[in-house]
C-alpha cells in the first residue's frame, strides 16, 4: 500500500491522519470537500482512501457513488460519527470496505490497515487461482453440454414441431418450467404461454381456473370467465405440480385431452381446445399410479411425449457454464461486476450433491453476490443446504468399520481430509468448507487436529 487520500472538512483530524500516514512512509494526498476529493482522487489513484461521510458540498455516500460510477479503485474506509448510521450503511452497501468512529483511535486504525493488507494479499492471490467467467450470454437459455442435456435439447427440437402433448420430469429445481417455455418459444412464440401451479389453487377452484365458468355458474360467478385453457389459444399451457391434482379432477381433465374440447363451468356450449398441454412433475407417477393416487389413463395420455431432466448432481460438466450464466445475470439484476470465480469454490460446487439443483445454485450464487465486494466472489459459510445430513455411502468410522458414525466424527474426518488435500492452506480449505477462517480454526481446536498427523 503506497498512496493514501484523506477527504475530511475538519483541519485538525485530516493533519493528523496525513502526518500518521507519512511516518509510516506511505504518500498521502488531502481534500477538504467531496468535489475537491474526487479530482484528486482520479488524478493520484489511491490504494486507500478515508473518507467522512459529512462533507461540505457532497456526503461521503455520493462522493462514494460518483467514484464507482468513474471507475475509481482503492479500498475506502469511512470516517463518520454515532448519528451518522443510515450514511454508513449506505456507504457500505456502495463498498466501502469499513468505517471509523469519531474522535479517530490510532490503533484500532493501525488494526484496520492491517486487515485490509492482509485481505488485498488474500485477494490478490485468490484472483490468481479464478476463473473468470466469459463474455458471451444469452437470457433464458437452457444451459448444459452434458450429454444428458444436449438429450433433452434434441427431445425439444422433435417435439416442438407438433402439438403433442408433453410431460416433463425432474427433480424440484431442475428447470421444468424453463424446459417448457423453450418447448413454446420453438414451436409458438406469438401465442400465450400459460403458466398454472396445481398444487396452488384450491380444488374446487381449480375447473373455474382450467375451464372458466358461466355468469351465475355458482354463487359469486357474477359474469363469464374464460379458462386457461380456453385463453391460451394455440399457444401453451402448462402444468405444473401435475402429481398435486385430486382424484376427482383428474378424470375431468382427462376428458378434455381425450375430446379436445373444453366446458365451461355452468354452461352447456363445448369450446375446442386447441393449446398444447405441457405438464410437469417432480413425483413418480408411475408409483401414484401403482398406489391409485393418479389415474393410469391420465398419465398415459400425458405421456404421449416424455422428458426426462438430470438432476444436477448427474450433470457436473454443466456447472461451471451454469454458474456463469447466472452471474451474468444476477450482476445485471443487481448492478454488480464480479468477474472471478475462486477455483476452489468451483472445485466444490462440483464436488457437492446440489439436493435442490439447479434453483439452489441460483440461490446460493445470489447470496454470494450479496456479500461480495469486488470483482470476484464470495461465499458465505453456510451454502450447503445439506451440511447436516445423515452420512451416506462413506459415513464409515475411522477405523474401517460400518457402523454410523455421529455428525460431529463426519465433520472432524471431512475436515480432516480437505486440510491434508490443501496442505493447511487455509484459504483453499476455507473455500471448499464453505466457511470463514475463524470458524475453521475454532473446529481445528475443537477438534484437535493438529497438521502433519
Not at 246 to 272: D, H, M, N, S, Y
Request: net charge negative.
Amino acid at each position: 500500500m503506497k498512496k493514501i487520500l484523506v477527504i475530511d472538512d475538519d483541519p485538525s483530524l485530516a493533519r493528523t491522519l496525513e502526518l500518521y500516514f507519512k511516518g509510516k512512509g506511505y504518500g498521502v494526498e488531502v481534500a477538504n470537500a467531496g468535489i475537491e476529493g474526487l479530482k484528486l482522487w482520479q488524478g493520484t489513484d489511491p490504494d486507500m482512501v478515508l473518507m467522512d461521510v459529512q462533507l461540505p458540498d457532497l456526503d461521503g455516500p455520493e462522493v462514494l457513488a460518483r467514484a464507482k460510477e468513474d471507475k475509481l479503485g482503492g479500498d475506502v474506509i469511512m470516517i463518520t460519527a454515532f448519528h451518522d448510521t443510515d450514511a454508513t450503511l449506505k456507504a457500505i452497501r456502495l463498498g466501502a470496505a469499513d468505517y471509523l468512529y469519531k474522535p479517530i483511535d490510532l490503533d484500532a486504525l493501525d488494526l484496520l490497515l492491517e486487515k485490509i493488507l492482509v485481505q488485498r494479499q488474500q485477494q490478490e492471490r485468490m484472483t490468481r487461482l479464478c476463473h473468470v467467467i466469459s463474455e458471451s450470454y444469452k437470457p433464458d437459455q437452457l444451459i448444459g453440454r452434458s450429454a444428458r442435456m444436449l438429450a433433452v435439447i434434441k427431445a425439444i427440437a422433435q417435439v416442438a414441431s407438433s402439438q403433442t402433448n408433453v410431460l416433463i420430469e425432474g427433480e424440484t429445481g431442475t428447470g421444468k418450467e424453463l424446459v417448457a417455455r423453450t418447448i413454446h418459444h420453438a414451436s409458438c412464440p406469438e401465442e400465450p404461454f400459460i403458466a398454472i401451479n396445481c398444487a396452488a389453487i384450491v380444488g374446487t377452484l381449480l375447473e373455474s381456473e382450467l375451464f372458466g365458468h358461466e355468469k351465475g355458474a355458482f354463487t359469486g360467478a357474477v359474469q363469464r370467465k374464460i379458462g386457461k385453457l380456453e385463453y391460451a389459444g394455440r399457444g401453451t399451457v402448462f402444468l405444473d405440480e401435475i402429481g398435486e391434482l385430486p382424484l376427482e379432477f383428474q378424470a375431468k381433465l382427462l376428458r378434455v385431452l381425450q375430446e379436445r374440447e373444453i366446458q365451461r363451468v355452468g354452461g352447456v356450449q363445448t369450446v375446442p381446445l386447441q393449446a398444447r398441454v405441457v405438464a410437469a412433475t417432480n413425483r413418480d407417477l408411475n408409483e401414484m399410479v401403482q398406489d391409485k393416487t393418479f389415474r393410469e389413463d391420465l398419465y398415459f395420455r400425458l405421456q404421449v411425449f416424455s422428458i426426462q431432466i438430470p438432476p444436477l448432481r448427474e450433470r457436473k460438466e454443466d456447472i461451471v457454464p451454469l454458474t456463469e450464466y447466472f452471474l451474468h445475470r444476477l450482476n445485471q439484476e443487481m448492478h454488480k461486476r464480479v468477474r472471478r470465480i475462486p477455483n476452489t469454490y468451483l472445485s466444490a460446487f462440483q464436488a457437492y450433491d446440489w439436493p435442490g439443483n439447479i434453483r439452489e445454485l441460483q440461490n446460493v450464487l445470489h447470496r454470494g453476490l450479496i456479500i461480495s465486494t469486488n470483482d470476484t466472489l464470495e461465499l458465505d459459510e453456510n451454502w450447503r443446504i445439506d451440511k447436516h445430513a445423515a452420512p451416506k455411502k462413506d459415513g464409515l468410522r475411522q477405523d474401517g468399520t460400518d457402523a454410523l458414525i455421529s455428525l460431529e466424527e463426519l465433520e472432524r474426518t471431512h475436515i480432516d481430509r480437505v486440510l491434508r488435500f490443501t496442505r493447511w492452506n487455509f484459504g483453499e480449505a476455507c473455500a471448499i468448507l464453505g466457511i470463514s477462517r475463524p470458524t475453521l480454526r475454532k473446529k481445528i481446536h475443537d477438534y484437535r487436529l493438529e497438521e502433519g498427523n
